[in-house]
DNA sequence: ATGATTTGACCGCA
DNA sequence: TGCGGTCAAATCAT
């Protein structure tokens, strides 16, 4: 990849970041919203954050604007989807099982093509959202299976958030993460599942291991173990310091990021043992 | 009983 | 045709 290409690629995944940040803050202001307490400082703080944040996001369009072409919306994913698969209640609690077998024909479904994609490389597997397994599969060439998740509201809301998880050769304790759409799910609901730093070193084991604890179950088990701190203000705080130096520092260059745009699960050999940090408000 | 995970089968795309 | 992504029945966990 040549260098204009990959600042390019850092530029979408900044902008990308950015829009989530804002998204997230939105959130916050909603809740605080909702909550009748004496919070108008934090209201006001959450204000500037969008301030700032737009800011920011006009300033990186103004400096070279991006083409319509390089940002693949996650909504053009939904285009794909017009086999109705969406709609439909799938195993969501599974209590309404198929009535009958349904063996040989599943009813049609295309697979998603172009949604918004980025790929992170972290220890740590949380997000502030939270995802069902949907499935696993030993990919040719790979020593470790790849995980495959959506957001838990998928049917519920129409989420259409995936990930894909892949613990990686070169660093077995780090893990590709590679996150697909957008989410469009109201969190409010759900006790947003924050939890900064959880470290998994057993998690997706290789082929011979497979039937060990999923993804999921190891972290509910990392859940009980690591209840430190579960202060969701401080979080935020600590996702906001992040987020800044994160800004600071890709002005020279921080190679968190491997693609935006199309689907890709390559990652060559880089080196990047603080990528975790830009996972914390990557979702 | 309900919801999550496992895992083989199915499907679309290159 | 093979590979990767998704489905969904069976199973597990709470």
Redo the contacts with the bound molecule.
Sequence with gaps: MDIASNNKAIKLKVRDQLLQCHEMTTKVQQLLSQDGSDLGPAKDLVEKILGSISDTISALDSFEPISPSDLVTAAEGSQNASCD?DG?L??????Q??LG?????????????KSETWTVESTVLEDTFSW??????Q???AKFP?S?F?C?HKYTQGCKA?K?VQKLESEPRMFSITY?GNHTCNTNEVTPKIKPCIHHDEIITDSEE??S?????S??EEEKNHHHGSSTESDLQLVWQEMLVFAEEHHHHHEAVYGCGE?S?SINGLDSADLWSCQQFSV
Excluded: A, F, H, W
């Design positions: 698969n439909k799938e195993d969501s609690g599974d209590s099982k198929r077998p349904v063996k040989g024909k599943r009813g049609c479904y295309k697979r998603k093509k069902r397994k949907y499935g696993q599969k990919i040719l060439n790849r495959y959506r838990t995936t894909q697909i497979i039937q604890p999923s993804l999921m179950t972290m509910k689907t699960t």
